[in-house]
């Protein structure tokens, strides 16, 4: 909008989703943290619910992701949670789920990472949401790796890498190989470990989902410590550190 101009809603919409892209590609661009809160300020002024609901979850992926303080986005998703389930939305309700799952792993506790995630898995089972259904396995997995249930955690891995990839949602299908990948090398088999994570890190790299890339060469950084080759294992711990996601 030119200066003095009323934005556009739709400009706002746009501005909005460009925020959300740039976040999960790991933008560190500057302009991001004003022009979000614009995005909201101009749905607020609109008076569209949806939207506002949408900015808000933007707010909390723009905070988690690009700040690093899933704290405070936990605020901010709880808001968009609280705007979709009025809305009766029940893709984003699910969505918010996760994020507010995700977030509580390090903000407050791994009991309310369980709850969430397993109630934005269960929300998204039964409405066909594949794509949130596959996500949440992987974080589900995450948590019961915590536990100590390897078992579980590779039988959720499975599940997510099946239905993301009969879908061709290859950001949830290479993460999920990518963690799998765990699995093995703490059985033992390195070998096919390092195989999976090979593969998460080539999508990853491909679609430049920068959670997979840090997480498949931490992967692989494992794997040649334990083949002693702590050389490349150093080299690889290092780039690893060095993706903006870590």
Same mark, same amino acid.
């Given at each position: 909008p030119r200066l003095n101009e009323k934005p556009d809603p739709i400009w706002g919409r746009v501005l909005a989703r460009l925020i959300l892209l740039e976040t999960l590609s790991s933008s560190t661009r500057e302009e991001m943290g004003a022009d979000v809160e614009t995005s909201l300020a101009i749905a607020q002024e609109a008076g569209d619910p949806h939207e506002i609901a949408f900015c808000f979850l933007v707010l909390g992926y723009y905070i988690s992701k690009a700040i690093r303080d899933d704290a405070a986005a936990l605020t901010f998703f709880e808001q968009s949670l609280e705007h979709y389930r009025a809305l009766d939305d029940r893709f984003y309700i699910s969505r918010a789920l996760q994020r507010i799952g995700a977030c509580s792993a390090s903000a407050t506790s791994l009991e309310n990472f369980l709850k969430f995630t397993r109630q934005s898995l269960e929300l998204a089972r039964e409405i066909g949401n594949i794509v949130d259904a596959a996500n949440s396995?992987?974080? @589900? *997995?995450? &948590?019961? @790796? *915590?536990? &100590?249930?390897?078992?579980?955690?590779?039988?959720?891995?499975?599940?997510?890498?099946?239905?993301?990839?009969?879908?061709?949602?290859?950001?949830?299908?290479?993460?999920?190989k990518t963690v799998l990948g765990l699995t093995y090398f703490l059985r033992g088999d390195v070998e096919r470990a390092g195989s999976l994570a090979e593969e998460g890190l080539q999508i990853g790299t491909d679609i430049n989902f920068s959670d997979t890339i840090a997480y498949a060469l931490a992967i692989l950084a494992l794997c040649a410590g334990v083949s002693e080759d702590y050389r490349t294992s150093k080299q690889l711990s290092e780039e690893s550190l060095d993706v903006p996601s870590n």
């Open positions: 396995l992987v974080n @589900f *997995a995450s &948590g019961t @790796f *915590a536990l &100590g249930d390897y078992i579980a955690a590779e039988s959720y891995l499975r599940e997510s890498v099946a239905l993301s990839s009969e879908i061709g949602a290859r950001w949830v299908a290479g993460h999920s």
